[in-house]
């Protein structure tokens, strides 16, 4: 058994001389030592005690001493392997050379590294070369952190103790250099540059197991060098020996459950199945246990989970860990099973803390050691402890200005208990959360408060930064310059580490010896030793200038270290808290203050805020719906401070700040709605901003935006007046209001952040108010290669040394200006997140060592210590684009928006925009403009809808606009060509774009003289009047019977007339200038439309649900002309009565029939118990029970049923004011003006039973009854019939002259129109050549002595102008494909005041407004010509005269004989000739732009097209030729894929129909992982961009001075990335087939098949998916299978083919609920980074007696897997009512599959799918 160390022989000591001691014999084993010639490199005892285990492996370090081999000692992370070591070191009196490596280790700093003194270039000696020649032990600590390829060049000294040096001299093996001193002096060895490597000199390395832990796995030439000793964890009997020893108070139940729950920890990983799951469960080890017991020893009241959480974080770990809850069930089990009970960690929601230690006082304690007192109140007494404290004096001492709460108190607690044993701490939380109240009110409670450092890290900080940083001197002598860690462990200050969690893998780990022994070794051969260590120097003799000039230092015993960090967004597969770090600190998980602790914290901020009521339930509703669903934003601590302080009336002010604050308006759809619908419930609503309340006003002295204000700022001198920015800024409403803002965040002292699309006008707004306030402006622009020194202070070198050249962000804190920093969202996160601590702590360090601080004092930060004040007017302004696709930028507001006063800039309203466009260009036609702006505010809405990616803005507008003001004969077409040529190789967008402007009458995608093609109508000249027949009236023997009658009728009132919108297409969007004004396409089949007096037009309108409505457009000025849009039809906004209830309760409606009345409609169904009358305007309406209706024999309500009716309804009489009602007996007439009833009978022998009435006029109706033609005076009672003398018709209809008087038809179809004058009835006839056919069937109407007809056989209207006689006859046809829904009835048509003419298109989904005005449409035509083609000439289509025309060059070669051609392997161009295929302008070959081919061939060449007279001159022969050999090569295409034409075609033809919406999903999914794989800085290299970190390097001559980008190294390539795994469940079922010709929804899921199978190639290395479907007859039916997507269009076919297939003959039933629990358990079949269901389905649902709520229970099944409902169709409301049951956000309706990729771009945006 091993007893310990002994020493023998020790002879008499001599003072610092290095001569053998004696002996040390271990187990046996003995080692000579010898009397260390440094003892300050010595260890010393205490690391570990002297335990059996631990004797064992330092007897086999002496071992392989003795062996003269190297040690690699090899373990899990912690200080035991360097506390082994050392110990090892002190037993045998070695000096130590200690190496912490990094990733920033190079071999400069192992081996040698070149310094300048007195001007020449010294080369000094590093730790691997001195410890080999001076015989110490080099500690290699690290050895998994270093970058490959580092630590070979150490190989030979290892292997044969060689190496060469870069100053030219070899370390030689001391076997060598005694072989060679046998034939030479030591003077010549030396002379030739050889050194002796000390016998003694011995390497120790330290390292982890990889890839167990992170780290780059070790090298096998340099493994095969060492010996290795893997260390194992003491036995449970040493380590309850070990805690009793540590913690003698604590009870042996307590000691035994500490190492129970170790060992219990221990055995639960080691018996674990799955390894990929356990070996990342962190690692409790003894050390750990000894710190637990400690803290339970020295604070007994404390239970053991509340120490253990502090010692060992497993909470925070967990948190962090994407690993699916393993760790926290694995955590959760073992804490259960020793009875450690933690209400933290087992809680769902957040617990406030309680602690059972109070603090009662804390003072300044006596005597020479600065120390402090502080006592701790418990329930059983007082408890004091002694402390570290700072070197202010404690009359200083004070409460940092903090509203403490319970949480925060208690937190605190902890903090001060484990800075009382000595440790450094460390807070977690989320941004915002207090972390920084929390340290400086601990520092400033203790004296570090007034000098205090803050270090804020960054990605690119390395160790070098915070302990040493090279400098050079006056003279150009290169230095070391302490850095703030190295200064505060000297001095005894308090460091904070602001954001450690974002520093790179291993630099925190490479401080591991400083933060737990604190000891360290620096740069420049510094040895910091603790306070201890330093003492037993001094007790041995040496003095502290001795020390001081060996450059050894002692550690304060006051040093402490507060590092903080953020809880991560996202879990990640390793967290940094892992490793080594889990070991340096004490751990305090801080959250986010409760609702009950914010009341108290806001109202401790401003007691009287009226906001604070509103504020608490705002946010505890959002958090609520956050921890319901984690993509649902809530708001920081910070920004809810923020709001109480700078919101002063609540809630009218609450709305915009919260939405500022959250960005609402581009936040994902679903969230964005879920915050709105907060606000309303709390009665938060927006405040409308007048005009007024905007106004400029400046004085001399005083600037002000309304009622916000701002005192004026008085400029220094000239310089500071060069930098006020001076602009041409044209006011508008929007951007007034964002001014206001501002200037009110100005004045508060709030730094802004403006977000905002490219080209909103961001940068002027900022301009514009730093010209109004006269205040300089410091402008930088962020990029990808922007660095924290670029953006600080920036490292020159002049005359041989490095100056500091202060940036304008500290130029700008100096002198007070605005600092704007743009593109800030472009720069690396890790650079920018260094502002956090500008902004929010008022501290930077900054590169040179000086520290840009808020104030000075006495006891503070001084300007002698390199301290910056920050003036009282400097403000930082930073500009950034909107996160996420397409805008390639980091999401800056994720990480630091809270720190701002946010503003999100948008593109302004459409009036905004027109009264700055305006101001650009005031010659520029006014419909010009509307139009532009129109077409403008539909491409963002496709951006919005993920239909493009590029969002076109205010900016692009500006310049089309100046363009046209300075060259007008350009013409619009061509100088928006100069913002829409950027999209020119882009098919969809070009094919979007252009049909975007068609819609808006600019005809962007055709030639000028296509674009000016006048396709008016042509006048056809009538006949002229001839002579029909003579009419003859005559008295009959007929009485009229007038009787009032009493009429009960019932008042409808609509609440809310929901609003919709039915899109307006601009008409003369297809390059040609015809009479259609505009389209609407409508939600529904118009059943019938018809134009009131007050100028609204009204449409009868069935909706997709079946529910009748009538759809409103206000607008005295329907008539629109071209490039003009009436206010009252902005957007196609309309108001909708739904007339659903109404005909439920009126016994039902069948043939409803829509009539203009007045200023209101009528909506009459023969089969309706009432008629009824309807205001829209005052959304109300009347039944009338007329006697007449209710004779009718009712129905049951089905809308728009067809059924012969028993009464009729005259459509003439509305025009007189009246409403008649007819049967075959009586008519029933209603008078508008006095609201009565009559009721007309007619008796007599003339009259028999009425087949017809039209109304003449107010008292007078015709009357066609089955005996004659009657002409009848209600008023006068006196009857005439109405005789013809040819044309025995007349007698059988009404004559049209009934309707217009002066113009009818005569039955005679060969006559268009007529008039009777005289009772001679006349009449003009079309020409010849022109066959006209009618019949009773015709639709007409007119005004104004014009005739409108619309023809039944074919889609056209007929304008006839009866003053002019002439006849045009309009095309009427819809715009797109489209489809009609349900029953067609026949068409609608109706003439406005104003002479345009309105039709319903043939699908019925669509109403087309004509103007008939041939006057006012010539003069729009020459408009529209000149501003739309221009009149100039040069570049792209110019002007209507074209002038340029290309010369081409032909090819003399004739065509011969086709082929493919020759393959040329060099891909050189070929333009003209006949040989090589993939020329271009060539002959017979294979090619592009030539005469005649076979087929064609891109090469990826510049076209050299031939003319057309070229290619129309080939041989027809050829030409057939060349046919047949293209559809040969086409069907050998086909073939190789197995596919036919005719299955080509059909996949074609399914294809183009999502063609647009596939190419825009690919563009999104593409581009929103575009900044994945972002190259990084590699550091240390040979060539590249100078390091501006190593400019002192690089002067001295150094190599790897050097950095460049490429792919990042961190992580070994054996460690890969998971992938997102989705699986489609697509609804294959009966119903899909059976209603497929009513609603298309089987055509819908075949196209999103192919959508999906398309837009999701390209991106199988991030996302892999399967396809399944389901029927009546199985819930799987498999269609494309994980990891084998379709690879062709015919293995695409096949998919869709058959799920039609299935549809087609599959059982009915419906297995949709089976089929989701089946996508669910196949998504997680394999682990992944996260799991996706998307259920694409019918809502044909509640016919199986499916319930929503079972569906929503299924979906929340699994919480790793996030399902989503997507329904395609529905009967009904079905759809919407299954949605509303689901979870938030999981269900969505999609009709339209081209609206399917905004509804995937809207989900993958709030899962961050590809993030």
């Known amino acids: 058994m091993l007893r310990g160390i002994h020493r023998l022989n020790v002879g008499a000591p001599r003072r610092w001389s290095r001569y053998m001691m004696g002996e040390v014999t271990l187990g046996g084993v003995t080692t000579q030592i010898w009397k260390p010639g440094n003892p300050q490199l010595v260890p010393v005892s205490g690391y570990l005690p002297d335990d059996s285990g631990i004797l064992a492996q330092v007897r086999w370090m002496m071992q392989k001493h003795n062996l003269g081999q190297d040690i690699y000692l090899l373990g899990p992370p912690g200080p035991r392997r360097r506390w082994l070591a050392l110990k090892f070191c002190h037993a045998l009196m070695r000096e130590v050379e200690y190496l912490s490596l990094s990733r920033d280790t190079t071999e400069a700093d192992i081996k040698q590294r070149r310094e300048m003194q007195n001007g020449n270039l010294v080369f000094v000696d590093q730790p691997a070369v001195r410890a080999a020649i001076h015989g110490r032990v080099l500690i290699l600590d690290g050895v998994e952190r270093v970058e490959r390829n580092v630590l070979p060049i150490i190989n030979n000294l290892l292997e044969n103790r060689e190496m060469s040096l870069e100053d030219g001299r070899f370390l030689t093996s001391p076997d060598r250099w005694d072989e060679l001193l046998q034939t030479h002096t030591e003077e010549e060895l030396k002379g030739m540059g050889l050194v002796k490597v000390s016998r003694e000199f011995r390497v120790l390395a330290l390292g982890l197991p990889v890839p167990r832990y992170q780290g780059t ?82 604070f007994p009241n404390d ?139 601990f520092a400033y409670s203790l004296g570090y408060g007034l000098n205090m450092s803050t270090v804020h890290c960054h990605w690119d900080m390395s160790a070098r930064d915070v302990l040493q940083r090279r400098m050079t001197e006056e003279n150009g002598d290169t230095t070391w310059e302490a850095g703030a860690l190295t200064n505060a462990a000297i001095e005894g200050r308090l460091v904070i580490l602001d954001g450690v969690d974002k520093l790179q893998p291993g630099v925190l780990a490479s401080l591991g010896r400083l933060f737990i022994d604190g000891e360290a070794t620096l740069y420049d051969g510094t040895v910091l030793r603790r306070s201890v260590d330093y003492q037993r120097l001094l007790d041995e003799g040496m003095t502290r200038e001795d020390l001081t000039a060996k450059k050894v230092f002692e550690v304060h015993p006051a040093f402490r270290i507060i590092a903080l960090a953020q809880t991560p967004k996202e879990k990640t597969e390793d967290s940094w808290v892992e490793g080594e770090v889990q070991h340096f600190f004490s751990w305090h998980r801080v959250h986010t203050p409760l609702v009950g602790e914010l009341e108290v914290i806001f109202k401790g901020v401003d007691p009287t805020s ?63 709605e879920r915050v709105t619908a907060i606000l309303k419930s709390l009665n938060i609503y927006p405040s409308e901003t007048s005009k007024a309340n905007v106004a400029v006003k400046k004085t ?171 003036h009282p007017n400097f403000r930082l302004i930073a500009l950034a684009n909107v996160p996420g696709f397409p805008f390639l930028g980091n999401d800056f507001f994720a990480s630091c928006g809270d720190l701002f006063r946010c503003h999100l800039i948008d593109n302004p309203t459409r009036a905004s925009k027109l009264e700055v466009l305006q101001q650009y260009g005031p010659n520029v036609p006014a419909f010009a403009m509307h139009s532009m702006v129109d077409a403008f505010e539909q491409l963002d809405n496709y951006v919005s809808e993920g239909l493009l990616a590029y969002p076109y803005s205010l900016r692009e507008l500006v310049a089309v606009v100046k363009h046209i003001q300075k060259y ?44 000016q093609k006048n396709g008016l109508a042509k006048a056809i000249h009538l006949t002229a009047p001839e002579v029909i027949t003579r009419l003859e009236l005559s008295e009959a023997d007929v009485t009229v019977r007038v009787a009032s009658i009493k009429v009960s009728t019932r008042l409808w009132e609509w609440a809310h007339s929901p609003s919709t919108d039915a899109s307006i297409i601009e008409g003369r969007g297809d390059a040609v200038f015809d009479e259609r004004l505009y389209t609407i396409v409508t939600p529904g089949n118009v059943k019938g439309v018809v134009s009131t007096l007050n100028g609204q037009l009204h449409a009868l309108v069935e909706l997709n649900d079946s529910v009748p409505s009538v759809m409103s457009w206000k607008g005295k000025n329907l008539y629109a002309p071209v490039f003009s849009r009436p206010c009252s039809l902005d957007h196609g906004s309309c108001k909708i009565l739904e007339l659903g209830t109404f005909a439920q309760n009126n016994g039902g409606v069948v043939d409803c029939s829509l009539y203009a009345f007045g200023n209101e409609v009528v909506l009459f169904s023969p089969n309706a118990p009432s ?435 490429g792919e990042s190294q961190d992580q070994p390539s054996l460690l890969q990335g998971k992938k997102k795994r989705i699986v489609f469940c697509m609804d294959c079922s009966a119903s899909m087939f059976r209603f497929n010709s009513m609603d298309h929804r089987l055509d819908r899921i075949v196209e999103t098949a192919i959508m999906i199978t398309e837009a999701f190639k390209g991106v199988e290395d991030k996302i892999e998916y399967c396809m ?144």
């Open 1171 to 1605: 008629l009824f009358v309807i205001d829209p305007e005052r959304r109300m309406g009347y039944n009338h029970s007329a006697p007449l209706l209710k004779q009718v024999e009712r129905t049951s309500w089905q809308p728009f049923r067809s059924s012969k009716p028993d009464v009729r309804i005259d459509p003439t009489s509305m025009t007189h004011g009246v409403i008649v009602l007819w049967n075959a007996t009586e008519l029933n007439v209603y008078h508008g003006a006095t609201k009565a009833w009559a009721q007309v009978t007619f008796e007599g022998n003339d009259m028999g039973d009425i087949l017809d009435v039209r109304t003449v006029s107010k008292t007078e109706v015709m009357v066609l009854s089955d005996t004659g033609l009657f002409l009848a005076d209600v008023q006068s009672a006196k009857v005439q019939k109405v005789r013809g003398e040819a044309d025995g018709d007349w007698n059988t209809r009404i004559p049209q002259r009934a309707l217009y008087p002066g113009a009818f038809t005569p039955s005679n179809t060969q006559y268009i129109v007529g008039d009777i004058t005289n009772n001679n009835a006349t009449g003009r006839k079309v020409p010849e050549g022109l066959p006209l056919s009618f019949s009773s069937t015709h639709l007409f109407t007119g005004i104004r002595g014009n005739i409108v007809a619309r023809r039944s056989d074919k889609d056209q209207l007929l304008l006839v102008d009866t003053a002019e006689a002439t006849l045009r006859i309009l095309p009427v046809r819809d715009l797109g494909n489209v489809t009609p829904y349900g029953v067609v009835t026949p068409p609608s048509l109706a003439m406005l005041s104003n002479g345009c003419v309105v039709a319903t298109t043939p699908s019925q989904r669509q109403i087309a407004v004509y103007d008939s005005n041939v006057q006012r449409l010539q003069g729009e035509w020459s408009r529209w010509a000149s501003i739309v083609g221009g009149k100039g000439k040069g570049g792209g289509d110019g002007g209507a005269e074209e002038e340029l025309e290309f010369k081409y060059s032909n090819s003399d070669i004739q065509p011969s004989e086709l082929k493919h051609g020759k393959e040329d392997p060099d891909n050189t161009p070929h333009v003209g000739g006949n040989t090589w295929a993939g020329g271009t302008g060539g002959t017979d070959t294979a090619g592009l732009g030539g005469k005649v081919g076979p087929y064609r061939i891109d090469a990826g060449h510049p076209v050299h097209q031939v003319s057309d007279e070229a290619k129309a001159a080939v041989p027809e022969h050829l030409k057939k030729q060349a046919r047949e050999m293209g559809r040969d090569a086409l069907k050998k295409r086909l073939n190789e894929i197995r596919m036919s034409e005719g299955e080509s075609s059909m996949y074609n033809r399914a294809h183009d129909a999502v063609r647009r919406e596939v190419a825009m999903l690919q563009t999104m999914l593409k581009g929103l992982r575009s900044t994945e794989g972002e190259r990084v800085w590699l550091k240390n290299q040979t060539d590249g961009v100078w390091d501006e970190n190593k400019l002192v390097e690089g002067m001295t001559g150094e190599k790897g001075v050097f950095k460049k980008r």
């Open 700 to 870: 001399p002295t005083e600037l002000s935006i309304g009622e916000a204000s701002c005192t004026l700022i008085p400029l220094t001198d000239a310089e500071e007046a060069a930098l006020v920015p001076s602009i041409v800024f044209h006011d508008n409403f929007e951007h007034l209001v964002s001014l206001k803002k501002m200037l009110v965040d100005i004045k508060g002292s709030d730094n802004i952040l403006l977000i905002g699309k490219q080209g909103v006008g961001k940068n002027r707004l900022v301009d514009r108010l730093l010209q109004l306030l006269e205040r300089p402006r410091q402008y930088v622009q962020l990029h990808r290669d922007s660095t924290v020194a670029s953006l600080t202070v920036r490292p020159e070198v002049i005359e041989g040394r490095i100056v500091w050249e202060d940036a304008p962000l500290v130029t700008a804190v100096k002198k007070g200006h605005i600092l704007v920093v743009d593109e800030i969202d472009k720069a690396p996160l890790e650079v920018v997140g260094i502002l956090k601590g500008l902004i929010e702590d008022k501290e930077l360090l900054l590169s040179d060592g000086r520290r840009i601080v808020e104030k000075t004092s006495e006891y503070g930060w001084t300007e002698a210590d390199g301290a910056i004040p920050i």
């Open 1668 to 1811: 399944i479907g389901h029927s009546g007859d199985s819930p799987e039916i498999p269609l494309v299978d994980f990891g084998k997507p379709p690879q062709n269009k015919k293995e695409r076919l096949e998919v869709v083919l058959s799920m039609v297939a299935h549809t087609q003959y599959c059982w009915s039933g419906d297995n949709t609920l089976e089929s989701m629990q089946v996508a669910i358990k196949k998504a997680v079949e394999k682990e992944g980074d996260s799991h996706f269901v998307f259920v694409i389905s019918d809502a044909n649902l509640r016919r199986y007696g499916i319930a929503p709520q079972t569906i929503a229970n299924i979906m929340r099944s699994d919480p790793k897997v996030q399902v989503f409902c997507i329904f395609i169709a529905s009967l009904g409301q079905e759809a919407e009512n299954i949605k509303r049951t689901l979870p938030a956000g999981k269900g969505h309706v999609c009709y339209n599959s081209n609206d399917l990729p905004s509804v995937l771009k809207r989900i993958f945006l709030s899962t961050n799918l590809l993030k």
């Open 217 to 298: 796995p070790l090298d096998p030439p340099l493994r095969s060098r060492f010996q290795c000793l893997g260390l194992e964890q003491p036995s449970l009997g040493s380590m309850l020996a070990s805690v009793r020893a540590k913690a003698p108070r604590m009870s042996t139940e307590d000691a035994e459950t500490m190492v129970g729950f170790l060992a219990g920890l221990a055995s639960a990983e080691s018996g674990g199945t799955d390894q990929d799951q356990t070996q990342h469960f962190p690692d409790l080890l003894e050390e750990d246990l000894l710190l637990w017991a400690s803290l339970k020893d020295a």
């Open 610 to 672: 009226e906001v604070v009521p509103h504020l608490l339930m705002l946010h505890k509703k959002l958090r609520q719906e956050h921890e319901a669903d984690a993509t649902m934003p809530e708001m920081s601590l910070r920004q809810l401070l923020r709001i109480v302080k700078g919101c002063k009336n609540a809630p009218q002010e609450l709305h915009t700040v919260v939405s500022d604050t959250l960005l609402v308006d581009i936040m994902p759809q679903f969230a964005a």
């Open 968 to 1011: 007008p004969d350009d013409g619009l077409v061509r100088s928006l060509r100069n913002v829409f040529d950027f999209d020119a190789f882009d098919i969809e967008t070009v094919d979007l774009v252009n049909s975007t402007f068609e819609a808006h009458g600019i005809p962007l995608s055709g030639k000028v003289k296509a674009m």
């Open 303 to 441: 239970s053991l989970v509340t120490c253990l959480q502090r010692v060992f974080p497993y909470s925070i770990m967990t948190d962090f860990k994407n690993d699916d809850n393993h760790s926290r069930d694995f955590f959760t089990d073992v804490l259960h099973r020793y009875s450690l009970n933690d209400p933290y960690y087992s809680s769902s929601k957040p617990v406030t803390p309680q602690n059972t230690y109070t603090v009662k006082s804390i003072s300044e304690g006596e005597g020479d050691i600065r120390h402090a007192v502080m006592t701790f109140g418990t329930p059983g007494g007082e408890v004091t402890h002694t402390c570290g404290c700072g070197e202010t004096p404690g009359k200083y001492w004070h409460e940092y200005n903090v509203v403490r709460t319970e949480s925060f108190s208690s937190v605190l607690t902890d903090m001060y208990k484990d800075h009382c044993l000595g440790r450094h701490l460390c807070l977690v939380g989320p941004p915002g959360c207090g972390k920084s109240a929390l340290a400086k009110s």
